[in-house]
């Protein structure tokens, strides 16, 4: 017997997949079902297809999951079927899809499931427009090896603009280095490039793979983290600080150890990116003026 595989590949598509029971109760529901339909795994579980959850009507207003079900095909005939359908948003507004549904087999080559996998098809112009955009861009800061600002902001519209469409919250993080221009000063500038370096490398190795890290101008860096909780942005920027306050820069005899300031927030939907950079570097601000090598979050 065929067992539905909820492996973490299949959960983390974009696209989104599921899969009914030969009764068509919906056995499966991964991440990008959810993103595309507003509609958690919890609430369609266990249900059927054929209770019109989605509402698909063809381009011609026709009720598919009563008459013409691609899956109820594919559960009958073995048939794997594509069509561009409009299905119905748990907002209520209506979303184009392609949609292609094939069937699953059991030992003895018996149908016993189907599976419907379905692309947004509003995204395909706005994917084309962004990946020719990132390839204008210089993504990568030269002397440090991780982004740039131009990256940054691009990947900051970006977040901003999923949050706001598909309720996925993030917070940032302004850190600046404390005291730099006397490291310059004292030391020289490349000295100062080192130290640039050893940072920007202990908070890339020590951020999740999720999160993004970049060179935002001179001593600043913005970490871009996949969280909607404050206790764990500021988890995560108090293990920043405090590696890179056990970290130095060494080159022959020299040995220079530096700490950092970081100031952090939430984005709220109502922000511009201008509003969400001036919050964390206010916070930032308050660390600095506190004492410096500390974290506020707010």
Known sequence: ???????????????????????RKIVFWNTGS??????????????HCYQNILKHVDKSGNRLCFDGCPLQNTLTT???NENDVFLEHKSGYRVPVSVKTFPLYDNDKNIIAAVEVFTDNSFRKSQYEENLELKKIIRIDELTGIYNRKFLEFQLNKSIKESREFNSIFGILFIDIDHFKNINDTYGHNTGDGVLQII????????????IIGRWGG??????VKTDNEDVLKEIAERIRHLVENSSYKNNNLN?????SIGGTIFNRKDSLKILIEKADKNMYVSKHSGRNKVTIK
Do not use: H, Q, W
């Open 200 to 211: 920007a490398n202990t908070i890339r190795l020590n951020l999740r793979p999720e999160d």
């Open 78 to 80: 073995g048939n794997t």
């Open 34 to 47: 959810e993103i595309i339909t507003g509609y958690k795994s919890s609430e369609v579980i266990n249900n």
């Open 219 to 224: 001593e600043e860096f913005v970490a871009i």
């Open 1 to 23: 017997m065929y067992k539905y595989d909820t492996n973490e590949f299949m959960s983390n598509l974009y696209e989104g997949v599921y899969i009914v029971d030969s009764n």
């Open 256 to 260: 220079v150890s530096v700490t950092i």
